[in-house]
Each structure stands twice: as structure tokens, then as C-alpha cells.
């Protein structure tokens, strides 16, 4: 199959409201948010069926799934990831593409800079990741006469997702930095400072569209995942599991 002419299906379900996007190659056909945050489970499945039909498509029909990994959301992550297992298991030409979250969340800051005037260089993403820590990002912008040695449309990675405070982040971060992400909502009052600035909240969510922007940058470059080995991006091991390790040990 040709990248080009591939029906592609992404997923965005790291954050509190998610969203599913349709496209042909590097085209965008489709986009549809889901109606309420965190109805992941419910609301998935009946909208890649919605989007699928509406162009007379089946789910099975895709050649890849461009597939928002993490970190973010246990439920949301697990959900999507076991969706596209079990579309590439039962049809079985379906290739998977995955994206961190972060790389499809960052994008947001071209559409600040664009709309508000604003000259971002670097960005980070706040994701809150409880017990007064963060999932995040380092990025910068990169520019026409930059080498493209990227797979997120118009930034380099600096420091990849990772698990840090804020002050961490903060100390690793060179200023001006503009930070963007629901987490900002949990964090805001550690992450101020000097010529650190905040994103409005319309810039805080991912959507399944950046997905695909990343997830085809990669199809085009022949960055495929094996189904058998898909796992989220956690970063961290969840909380219930840890919890239950605490009570019972390890056996």
C-alpha cells in the first residue's frame, strides 16, 4: 500500500476529552471530539463507527491506526491501545503508528503563536501526573532553513516525555518558556517564574488531527509498531498496581 493513498484512522485518547480523526495519506478527512471528558470507553467504538460510515467505510477498512501512546491517562491509554490490538488482530493488513502525546499536544503552540501574535521558541507540556509531579516535554521551534530531522511538524524534541517535578522542569528549561497542557491547571502556582508564561486553556488539549500530522511523518519514514508488543506509554507504573504491590508484595 501506498502511504499516500492509505486510509488512516488516529486516536487521541491521553486526556480528559478525546477524539478520533479520519484522513487519506497526508489529507485529514474527518475529526470528531468525543462529547464529554472521559467517556473513553463509552464513546470510542461508536464514534470511529460514525466517522467510518459516513464514509463508507468499515473500522476494519484502515491500513494504519496513528495511535496517541502516552503519557497520559491509564484508562484512556489501555482503551485505545487494546482497540487497535484487537482491529489489527482480526485484519491483520493494518499497520500501527504510535505518537508520544506530548508530540501531538505541542502542536498547539503554532496555533497560540499564530492567533496571539506570540514569538514561541520553546515549549513544554504539562501533564499532570499526581504526588506533585509531571509528565512533560522539551521542545523548540524549528524553523524553514532548519534540517527536517523532525516527526512533529515545526519542533524538535529537547528532552522527550519524561517524569520530572516542576521545579525540575523549570531548572532543565531555558526562558523564555511557554508552557501548555491540562496539568497547567494542578501546577500553575509551582511553574511561575521569570519569563515562564502560560498558554491560554483553549491550548490544552490534544487532538486526534495532530496525532495523524505526527503518526504520518513517521508511516512516511516506515516508523511501523508491532501489535504484539503494545504497550502505553506510562512513565510511571499505575497507582492501583502499586497500591496492591504495597499490601500483598510482589508475588
Excluded at 90 to 95: E, Q, S
Excluded at 105 to 114: D, P
Excluded at 118 to 141: F, G, M, N, P, W
Aim: net charge neutral; hydrophobic share 40%; with cysteine.
Amino acid at each position: 500500500m501506498n502511504n499516500d493513498s492509505a486510509i488512516i484512522l488516529a486516536i487521541e485518547t491521553s486526556a480528559r476529552l478525546g477524539s478520533v480523526a479520519l484522513a487519506r495519506g497526508p489529507q485529514r478527512l474527518a475529526e470528531r471530539s468525543f462529547s464529554a471528558g472521559f467517556q473513553h470507553t463509552r464513546e470510542l467504538m461508536p464514534v470511529i463507527a460514525q466517522l467510518t460510515a459516513q464514509r463508507g467505510w468499515t473500522p476494519g477498512q484502515p491500513d494504519q491506526i496513528h495511535l496517541s501512546i502516552g503519557p497520559g491517562s491509564f484508562t484512556g491509554l489501555r482503551i485505545a491501545v487494546a482497540l487497535a490490538k484487537a482491529l489489527t488482530f482480526a485484519h491483520p493488513h493494518i499497520k500501527i503508528v504510535t505518537v508520544p502525546s506530548t508530540d501531538v499536544l505541542v502542536q498547539n503552540a503554532s496555533q497560540a503563536a499564530a492567533t496571539q501574535n506570540l514569538s514561541i521558541q520553546t515549549t513544554a507540556c504539562v501533564i499532570d501526573a499526581k504526588r506533585k509531579q509531571i509528565y512533560t516535554a522539551l521542545y523548540e521551534k524549528l524553523f524553514p532553513d532548519d534540517q527536517p530531522d523532525s516527526f512533529i511538524p515545526g519542533f524538535r524534541t529537547i528532552i522527550p516525555s519524561s517524569l520530572m517535578t516542576p521545579q525540575e522542569l523549570l531548572e532543565k528549561s531555558p526562558r523564555p518558556l511557554y508552557l501548555l497542557g491540562e496539568g497547567l491547571k494542578q501546577h500553575s502556582a509551582a511553574l511561575t517564574a521569570p519569563d515562564v508564561f502560560h498558554l491560554d486553556s483553549d491550548y490544552q488539549q490534544p487532538h486526534a488531527a495532530k496525532v495523524h500530522a505526527c503518526g504520518w511523518l513517521r508511516a512516511r519514514a516506515g516508523l511501523f509498531d508491532s501489535p504484539q508488543e503494545l504497550i502505553p506509554l506510562y512513565l510511571r507504573r499505575p497507582e492501583a498496581i502499586e497500591r496492591w504491590e504495597k499490601l500483598h508484595g510482589n508475588d
